[in-house]
């Protein structure tokens, strides 16, 4: 963890959690930052913090009350865009390092937007429907005061989805006295959704994963495939890594993990998931019983689409995948990053691997304002498009500077944050 920054006093000083991954991250770029590097602090601190609470009336007619976020990182390139998470585990420094992340990935694939994200510290499985519903609406009216179509737009991230951002739009439309639908991206196709979006993300992770392996000299037919995360991101990429023959032999989720040699039949275990809300179980698979020998299932690519600082200093050995295409936010931290670059491990880092749902939910924020609808192949082919652009960007930096695809990955989007920066200068 670095020592030398200002760590805020609002922080846990001794363990200030994922943004220190994060300021770690800029420290590791600042030295190829050039004549911007000066500029580099800015990033080190968020723009606008919000804390929230969020008070509910339960069924049983008592009143719960839960911690609430939005944290605008940066909003020097356009907006504030980034996902809101429902998860018991959400902290300040995670809702902080996420929007750093969003402002990195949203500037390295070039969508003109800056970094944010929200979050409720709640595990939303002991809500019921109706519960889950006062919450949602009464976070977005209390965050209401910042988030807005041309200021910062909400999208899903852990545990929320179509029918969050639905509440959450009608919310905001509510108290604004008409319908705003661009207030939020990542809603159902029947509100002003973007065909495509639901899966965006997995099939953006899948497109820059053929990408490296094609690099790399591997064929993705047949390749062996283990996925942490069975969720939106997790379960898409799996039926696209299965359509396209390639073996996803271990899946792990919350609750369990399973594995098999000769692939898992992926379409049986979305099934089952969508069922029982969970991969454990389930029927035509071995379990493993401890959920850490995961990480050292024989496979090629290792995917991590469940939550951040999951690779650690810990488990880094015991990865035997070649390639790891990071569909989580922060999955990796910088020790572990080490440790697998000197094994010689290709890291695809999530700033590009899973950006491919920031990039749909700007098509989702045009289509919107222009209320014109594109086709899903058309969304499709712009998101592979822009994915391969920016990955082949990457790349090509990464191998002229002599530096991690992670490395190369923050060049691009920090240079393009700081350059905005210095075009706009510095207010007042
Ligand atoms: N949804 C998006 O469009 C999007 C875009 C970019 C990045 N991401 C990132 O991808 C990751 C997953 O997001 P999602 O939208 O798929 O969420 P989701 O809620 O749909 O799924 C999360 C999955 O992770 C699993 N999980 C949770 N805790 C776990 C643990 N301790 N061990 C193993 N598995 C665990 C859950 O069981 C579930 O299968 C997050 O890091 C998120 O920030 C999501």
């Not at 050039?34 to 929230?52: D, F, H, Q, W």
């Not at 572990?336 to 094994?343: F, M, N, R, S, T």
Request: aromatic letters at 8%; charged letters at 20%; glycine letters at 10%.
């Amino acid at each position: 963890m670095p020592t030398s920054h200002h760590i805020p006093s609002y922080l846990t000083q001794h363990d200030i959690g994922p943004w220190g991954v994060y300021l770690e991250q800029i420290d590791r770029v600042t030295p190829y930052l050039g004549s911007l590097a000066p500029l580099v602090e800015t990033l080190k601190r968020p723009k606008l913090i919000l804390a929230v609470d969020v008070p509910i009336r339960r069924d049983d007619g008592t009143i719960a009350h839960f911690e609430g976020y939005r944290v605008q990182h940066n909003t020097a390139r356009g907006p504030g865009k980034g996902g809101v998470r429902f998860h018991q585990s959400v902290t300040l420094s995670e809702v902080m390092a996420l929007s750093a992340w969003m402002t990195i990935k949203n500037a390295a694939v070039n969508v003109p937007y800056g970094g944010a994200k929200g979050g409720i510290r709640v595990d939303p499985k002991t809500l019921s429907r109706g519960e889950l519903e006062r919450m949602t609406r009464r976070y977005t009216s209390e965050i209401g005061i910042i988030i807005g179509p041309t200021k910062d737009i909400p999208a899903p991230d852990v545990n929320t989805n179509e029918q969050i951002m639905a509440w959450m739009m009608d919310t905001y439309s509510m108290n604004a006295g008409s319908t705003v639908s661009g207030v939020v991206t990542g809603k159902p196709v029947s509100l002003g959704g973007s065909l495509g979006r639901q899966a965006a993300t997995g099939r953006g992770l899948y497109v820059v994963a053929c990408e490296a392996a094609v690099r790399s000299g591997m064929d993705i037919k047949g390749a062996r495939i283990a996925i942490q995360g069975f969720g939106n991101v997790g379960g898409v990429a799996a039926r696209l890594f299965a359509e396209a023959g390639a073996k996803v032999v271990a899946v792990q989720d919350h609750a369990g993990t399973v594995v098999r040699e000769s692939g898992l039949d992926i379409p049986a275990l979305l099934a089952y998931a969508g069922e029982r809300g969970t991969v454990a179980g389930f029927a035509a698979a071995d379990a493993l019983h401890d959920q850490d020998a995961f990480w050292s299932v024989d496979c090629d690519i290792l995917v991590p689409a469940a939550l951040e600082q999951q690779i650690t200093a810990s488990n880094a050995d015991q990865i035997r995948a070649k390639i790891i295409v990071e569909g989580a936010n922060g999955p990796t931290t910088p020790a572990a990053d080490d440790i697998l670059h000197d094994k010689g491990v290709l890291i695809v880092p999530d700033v590009i691997a899973n950006a491919g749902g920031v990039t749909v939910s700007y098509f989702e924020w045009v289509q919107d304002f222009s209320s014109f609808f594109w086709t899903e192949e058309e969304i499709n082919q712009r998101l592979a498009r822009i994915m391969r652009e920016a990955f082949g960007a990457v790349w090509q930096l990464a191998k002229e500077r002599k530096v991690s695809l992670r490395t190369a990955a923050f060049i691009v989007g920090c240079s393009r944050v700081l350059q905005a920066h210095e075009m706009r200068g510095l207010y007042p």
